[in-house]
């Protein structure tokens, strides 16, 4: 796409490490999803700690592992597993588009700045 091999070699890997956007959404919202349905009541620093508590997971733990800990938190039953198993595959691919999206977009963002991307080849590829 026309990015330096400079720029991508440092940032991809890099995003590829850190970047955990799609895993931290999906953990959060379908957390949020199963405490509602249990008639669980949430407040202000509920929502905070799941996010916070999302956020620690995304960096290395499954996303189902994560969201039945957080759920378990709040005394929803270990059953609500089978139902997280039925859109754990959507989810997941959702997961992994924002996450190639948001990849793509910094390393295309950082070639830009640092005048290390060839916008005759960025313009002229087909997608």
């Known amino acids: 796409m026309g990015v330096a091999p400079k720029i991508s070699s ?6 590829v490490t850190f970047n955990t956007a799609g895993s931290l959404i999906c953990i959060i919202m379908a957390s ?3 405490l509602k349905m249990y008639g669980v009541e949430l407040g202000l ?3 905070i700690m799941i996010s916070f ?4 997971f995304s960096f290395g733990a499954p996303d189902f592992i994560s969201v039945i800990t957080i ?3 709040f005394g929803v039953p270990m059953e609500i597993a089978t139902l997280l198993f039925c859109i754990e595959a959507l989810s997941d691919r959702i997961g992994t588009c924002v996450n190639v999206f948001s990849n793509m977009t ?4 950082l070639a830009r700045t640092e005048n290390l991307l060839d916008e005759k080849i960025y313009f002229s590829s087909q997608l």
């Not at 440092?10 to 995003?15: D, E, G, K, R």
């Not at 910094?106 to 963002?109: G, I, K, P, Y």
């Open 106 to 109: 910094a390393t295309l963002t």
């Open 53 to 56: 508590l999302a956020m620690m």
């Open 71 to 73: 759920i378990n938190h």
């Open 45 to 47: 620093y509920d929502l």
């Open 10 to 15: 440092f940032a991809v890997p890099l995003s």
């Open 32 to 34: 949020v999803m199963f």
